[in-house]
């Protein structure tokens, strides 16, 4: 039995597809958790960590104004977000790849001027490019990124690809994986200097 | 009138406007500040609100927060970021080694951008104090007990980290500045993964976990002594001294009964290149990112022509602003509504001479 410490820690967890990863993670640590109907915040079983649920891309929002003094979310979310956290672990699970994909056969044209390119992710994606001296021009999209190629709004995306099964049903193969996704615990380094006693408890908790 | 209301409603960014009773508590504070900084022989000192930009540049941590404007004569002008920056010229000019030391102190607003979304950093005031002149450990442990008072005085309870940039550049004294400034952001971000790849270039097995456990330690003067204790072979003489020089000070502070919370942070090692002993921040619970910061550096005014050491802190006061104690609250107030003015007038005067608030 964990013991509980006096005040829990606070920790944003994001809603969609990292839930049930982190559920069934928490639980074999012993810190089962769960949310009743619709609610959004709630204790894990030992009392140490108060947990909220929050939308994905809004997760280092509360992190960074030390409202959610911790945060699980993938390194995507957190580039995007441009702040600056502590990273306290990696984890195994929900690991994904950022890549570039066209449609099928269409080979990655190097004559090109500019790479015309449609993506949620527009700071990974002007930064990744300008880094290697290509010029790109990006086109912010919210969600089915895919359409994009098929109905010749852009040439090429930048999204995560975990299966790849969307791009094959839409025709489209990746080009290029341009980096490694990782989920992690972060933490306000604020939070963090006021808390790492009972925030190491934790961590090590998770680690073990 | 929409169209007009719209454009009044809307402010530049790092602006701010500050109603009655917030107003009423930032100028009280601040000005128990002045009294209690004085009280310890810090004298005020006032720097122009904008300079040049090129003398500064490299001293600014993020140049894309800070405000430039171009001169009559097209020369880039840059509005106060940061008082430290300014005051360092300003001392570098006024400055004669026989007026060392000197006490100063300082209060005012500051101008950073800040995102349209990212509004609640209230990073727009400065106060602070500088001890110039003095080298010794006695002159960190002034400023820290000043520190203490001024916690105190504020009636707020803050942690305060400190570490020491004196060790981290006696543990990577063979990597170039770029590299040491790559490691100094590993190690204030926690990131040790990057650090051990990075200590790989210039160093061995042992050092590697030596340096990556060193400065993830925080904790007491006793633990660190357990810590060095047990690492005799692979610590090195430079870092044996920045060590006990801290361990120094924080003896010194519990001897003097200090009564905020003061702890060894290792990896704090200061924000700012120019730093070069002690460097320290505070945190309050509640508070987004750390309310003061500072240490010692001793090449700063170097840099602007006179070479002094010096030690000091600024706090971001309005960060700590909603969390100050009730003296600083706008006091009960009494209206006086009789018809006649002479007898409300009279009434009024003897209330305020009990020090309290009348209105005709």
Known sequence: MIQKSSEPLSLALPKGRLMEDVKNFFEQKGLDFSFDNRKLVSYDKSGNLKIFLVKNSDLPTYVNHGIAGLGICGSDVLYESGYKFFNLMTFEFGGTSMCIAGMKGQKQNNDERKLSVATKFTKFTSDYFHKKGIPVEIIKLNGSVELAPVLGLTPYIVDLVETGSTLKANNLEVLEKLEDIKVHLIANPAYYKLHYKSIKKIVSILKG | ?360
């Open chain 2, 1 to 360: 009138m929409t169209e007009k209301l719209n454009r009044f409603l809307q402010v530049p960014m790092g602006t701010e406007t500050i109603y009655i009773e917030e107003a009423y508590k930032h100028r009280q504070a601040n000005e128990e500040l002045g009294k209690l900084f004085t009280s310890w022989g810090y004298l005020p000192v006032e720097t122009p609100v904008f300079d040049f930009f090129d003398i500064y540049q490299d001293f600014i941590p993020a140049l894309k927060d800070i405000y430039r404007l171009i001169d009559r004569e097209g020369d880039l002008l840059m509005l106060r970021s940061d008082i430290t920056l300014f005051l360092a010229k300003q001392m570098g000019l006024s400055l004669k080694e026989t007026d060392l030391p000197v006490r100063i102190c300082y209060s005012g607003t500051i101008l950073r951008h800040q995102n349209r979304e990212d509004i609640s950093k209230n990073e727009f005031f400065q106060t602070g104090v500088e001890l110039i002149g003095k080298e010794d450990s006695n002159a960190d442990l002034e400023i820290l007990m000043l520190l203490n008072s001024t916690f105190n005085s504020l009636e707020i309870k803050p942690i305060v980290h400190i570490g020491s940039r004196k060790l981290l550049n006696a543990s990577v004294s063979d990597f170039n500045n770029s590299d040491k400034k790559q490691i100094m952001s590993m190690i204030s971000y926690r990131n040790f993964e990057n650090l051990k790849n990075k200590l790989k270039e210039k160093n061995d097995k042992e050092r590697i976990d030596f340096l990556t456990n060193l400065f993830q330690f925080i904790g007491t003067p006793e633990e660190l002594k357990t810590l060095i204790d047990s690492s005799e072979k692979v610590i090195i003489k430079e870092e044996l001294t920045a060590i006990n020089d801290l361990i120094l000070i924080m003896e010194s502070l519990s001897k003097l009964n200090v009564d905020s919370d003061f702890i060894i942070d290792l990896s704090e090692v200061g924000n700012q290149s120019y730093y070069t002993g002690i460097v320290f921040q505070g945190y309050i619970e509640g508070v987004d990112s750390a309310v003061v910061s500072g240490g010692r550096y001793d090449n700063l005014l170097g840099q602007f022509g006179f070479e002094a050491p010096s030690v000091g802190f600024s706090l971001l006061l309005r960060k700590v602003e909603n969390q100050l104690g009730k003296k600083f609250s706008l006091p009960d107030h009494e209206n006086i509504d009789d018809k006649n003015f002479i007898d409300a007038y009279r009434k009024a005067e003897k209330i305020r001479k009990n020090g309290r608030i009348a209105i005709l």
